[in-house]
């Protein structure tokens, strides 16, 4: 039977591997919304990381040493970390048409703007709370219901981990239901007559 | 073997039918995940025709692509719109495939519901009591993703599904919520569906 220690490194693989593929799947719309090769790249270096966390989520399961009776349970987790590199690699092949330098035709960017789950790209203000917070402070998903999925600062992308403290002058790239959009740009450019977030 | 629906053109907009794969594609992987978290082999066959609404969108987005390009130049942007249709139609399938782990009765390791612990979007159900203040209101009313940062995925009404449902929606007392959001937001969510919390406060 898998000890203690070995499923704490399963889950934690498996984690990271649903995370991963859900924000390359967004970083990937970003991509083509703001057209941008850095976001592309962003998205293609995380597929090959996607891949090799795969495999050593796989030999994990594989050589925890379950019993025969586990057996389909463990097949059934490891069927769901094939689903995470598919999508990955679903996201990864929507990044390569800005890699290739297709211009998108204007439909594609009307659909990701319209779309249920949209992403946002929004400054952060000198008055805005969120600067100067880290973004566990910031609590922007509980705030928004947008997550934040990297953040632009002078030239260089971010990938923001509760610790990252936000400054202003940054510019977030933001994902989440459409409903929360206008929230997050109040959030940021510090334009809200409501009290004081916390 | 399978019944395959037979295909032809309707006049669809390709940004109508890209919207939709896009949205419903999303929309599966967290409703497999749910069935797969849950155990729920009925959701896992609303993915399944879900799955199957995806590949005929598929196939009109293919032709009214085609129809739209009358040009080289129109035919390189078109084919971006190609890839993305493409890639939205690859996601649905896994989100199939997390459907089968349920439907094949394979099951998945309990360890999974620690996993979805520690992820960053969280996944809930709830079954809506008599003395929830959500029973009675619409979606529209609630406001639920601006307010707490979840947003319901399906409605399990006795025993019709109601997939992602409209801002019109009523909620009613005995309804079962899909739900997808931040932690704290699904936490919330469970409390004012049992009814232990009776009141909706916006964060910001």
Known sequence: MPSQEQIEKI????????????????????????????????????????????????????????????????????RIGVVTEAIADAAAEMAEVVLR???????????????EETVLRVQVSENSPLADKTMREARIPEKTGMWVLAIRRGNRWIRP???????????????????????????????TNQEETG | MSEFEKIEYEPHSVRELLLEMKDTSELMIDLAYSAALFNDRELAEEVLELE?????????????????????????????????????????????DI????????????????????????????????????AGKSLDELELAAKIGVDITAIRRQRRWIINPKGSERIREGDVLFARGSHTGVEELKQLADGTLRKLEDET
């Not at chain 1, 990937?28 to 941008?36: C, E, K, M, V």
């Open chain 1, 161 to 191: 981990k509760p610790r990252t403290k936000i400054r202003a002058g940054d510019i977030l790239i933001a994902s989440g239901y459409a409903e929360g959009e206008e929230d997050l740009k109040q959030l940021a450019t510090g334009q």
């Open chain 1, 11 to 78: 889950v934690e693989k498996l984690a990271e591997l649903k995370d991963t593929s859900e924000l390359m799947l967004d970083l990937a719309y970003s991509a083509i919304l703001l057209n941008s090769r850095e976001l592309a790249e962003e998205v293609e270096e995380l597929e090959e990381h996607v891949d090799e966390l795969h495999t050593e989520f796989e030999l994990l399961v594989l050589s925890s040493g379950f019993k025969r009776q586990e057996s389909k349970h463990f097949l059934g987790l490891i």
């Open chain 2, 99 to 134: 459907a089968a782990i349920v439907l094949r009765k394979i099951g998945v390791h309990p360890l999974v519901s620690k996993v979805f612990k520690k992820v960053e979007e969280g996944l809930v159900k709830a079954i809506v009591k008599s003395n929830s203040i959500l």
């Open chain 1, 101 to 115: 330098q297709l211009e998108p035709h204007p439909v594609l960017k009307m659909v990701i703007k319209e779309a």
């Open chain 2, 52 to 96: 199957s609404h995806v590949d005929l969108l598929a196939y009109q987005l293919n032709m009214s692509t085609m129809i739209a390009a009358r040009d080289p130049e129109d035919a390189e942007s078109l084919v971006a719109v190609l890839k993305v249709a493409s890639s939205a139609d690859k996601i649905s399938d896994a989100a199939a």
